[in-house]
Nanobody
Framework: QVQLVESGGGLVQAGESLRLSCTAS????????MGWFRQAPGKAREFVAV????????FYADSAKGRFTISRDNAKNTVYLQMNSLRPEDTAVYYC??????????????????WGQGTQVTVSS
């Protein structure tokens, strides 16, 4: 089973930036679409961004467009989420996830096969 480990979360003030990283085990990282999701207290898990296997295409939730950038380095088995202009409503546990399907990328959590434990992002006002 693929294991994913997130890092880079923390406490920042509104308007500041943070970069999250997610490193996967194994040597088949490039086979997976990689997504970022988040879950705030009392809310359901929601899609943030996804990047396709080679990094050719990216897609973002409306809440992330213009502020967040997803990228990947397949040689390092790592996917990143650069978060700029953070807002208090961005406060959540952020999860990376891997989709091993041979199909198009997805914004639905049920399409993902492997999940990390999450990293806490807290944005103060």
């Amino acid at each position: 089973q693929v294991q994913l480990v997130e890092s880079g979360g923390g406490l920042v003030q509104a308007g500041e930036s943070l970069r999250l990283s997610c490193t996967a085990s194994g040597r088949t990282f490039s086979n997976y679409h990689m997504g970022w999701f988040r879950q705030a207290p009392g809310k359901a898990r929601e899609f943030v961004a996804v990047i396709t296997r080679t990094g050719r295409n990216t897609f973002y939730a409306d809440s992330a467009k213009g502020r967040f950038t997803i990228s990947r380095d397949n040689a390092k088995n790592t996917v990143y989420l650069q978060m700029n202009s953070l807002r208090p409503e961005d406060t959540a546990v952020y999860y990376c996830a891997a989709d091993r399907r041979y199909s198009g990328s997805s914004s639905y959590d049920y399409d993902y096969d492997y999940w990390g434990q999450g990293t806490q992002v807290t944005v103060s006002s």
